[in-house]
T-cell receptor, first 114, second 116 residues
């Protein structure tokens, strides 16, 4: 069983469209995250949720809206996609925030905006 | 703010060579330090960690020592293998009072390629 799974793995779409990426973890963790990795492999946190409550919201455009229906799921919806949104988006989870320091990452969702 | 600086890649070595990837950090508190590894087409996974000064983290032949005096956490391996080819990320976690709001901040990553 995959611990942190994201779908879709690849997403190609046109500018202006709206798309969603789903994430699920079966580790029993209470904190989930979205990270964005650009073409130079630079990794930056976007959001974190703890028990369905938004905890971290970095400087991310309002077009990005995370939703956590329960603590095992954290979805990312993106409105009005722009070229600069092209990146690999990683979902991750951890137990009790960063107490243990270990994040468990999904395999990533590569978004390409044309 | 807190930050992590690691040596730019790519780093290309021959099999069985000695590896060092430098990492330094800036933090206002007392962070925990980590090395994560990303193999091609996969997500990041924790390689090793150290939670206080002078701690040494080790895993799979890799080691890194938390040096508070030099604010460094360099990654080393005595004899690299082709299977070690990946991108390596140095990272820190500086927990505030509410640990659920703490962040892990990653360096920019160093791509390592090992020639047979």
């Amino acid at each position: 069983d995959t611990a942190v799974s994201q779908t879709p793995k690849y997403l190609v779409t046109q500018m202006g469209n709206d798309k969603s990426i789903k994430c699920e973890q079966n580790l029993g963790h209470d904190t989930m995250y979205w990270y964005k990795q650009d073409s130079k492999k630079f990794l930056k946190i976007m959001f974190s949720y703890n028990n369905k409550e938004l905890i971290i919201n970095e400087t991310v455009p309002n077009r990005f809206s995370p939703k956590s229906p329960d603590k095992a799921h954290l979805n990312l919806h993106i409105n009005s996609l722009e070229l600069g949104d092209s990146a690999v988006y990683f979902c991750a989870s951890s137990l009790s925030g960063f107490l243990t320091g270990e994040l468990f990452f999904g395999e990533g969702s590569r978004l390409t905006v044309l | 703010g807190d930050s992590v600086t690691q040596m730019e890649g790519p780093v290309t070595l021959s099999e069985e060579a000695f590896l060092t990837i430098n990492c330094t950090y800036t933090a206002t508190g007392y962070p925990s330090l980590f090395w994560y590894v990303q193999y091609p087409g996969e997500g990041l996974q924790l390689l090793l960690k150290a939670t206080k000064a002078d701690d040494k983290g080790s895993n799979k032949g890799f080691e890194a020592t938390y040096r508070k005096e030099t604010t460094s956490f360099h990654l080393e391996k005595g004899s690299v293998q082709v299977s070690d080819s990946a991108v390596y990320f140095c990272a820190l976690s500086d927990p505030p009072g509410d640990s659920s709001a703490s962040k892990i901040i990653f360096g920019s990553g160093t791509r390592l390629s090992i020639r047979p």
